[in-house]
Nanobody, 124 residues
């Protein structure tokens, strides 16, 4: 079992930055691909960013490319999402997830473990 706890969300003005963290416990996630997904009010959950087990491969949804960066520290069992140039449309609950595979994935159903989410609100 893997437990994931997100932190770092909050209220920020448009153009600002936030850094989300996802701490894993229960077992090491060094052999898991990790991802961040988000769900805005009245919308379906959508993929944001993913990283492979070693941190050497990442990919992003088009709307965040160039603004967000996913990274991981396997020694700390932690994954990060650096979010810059935030826009009001980035407002959502952000979820960290772990997939029992080495390669990164954008698909919901590939993820086996989920955190409870952290709220990010971007004001205009």
């Amino acid at each position: 079992q893997v437990q994931l706890v997100e932190s770092g969300g909050g209220l920020v003005q448009a153009g600002g930055s936030l850094r989300l963290s996802c701490a894993a416990s229960g077992r090491t996630t060094s052999s898991y691909a990790m991802g961040w997904l988000r769900q805005a009010p009245r919308k379906e959950r959508e993929f944001v960013a993913a990283i492979n087990w070693s941190g050497t491969s990442t990919f992003y949804t088009d709307s965040v490319k160039g603004r967000f960066a996913i990274s991981r520290d396997n020694a700390k069992n932690t994954v990060y999402l650096q979010m810059n140039s935030l826009k009001p449309e980035d407002t959502a609950v952000y979820y960290c997830a772990a997939a029992g595979r080495l390669t990164a994935s954008s698909r919901d159903f590939d993820y086996d473990y989920w955190g409870q989410g952290t709220q990010v609100t971007v004001s205009s």
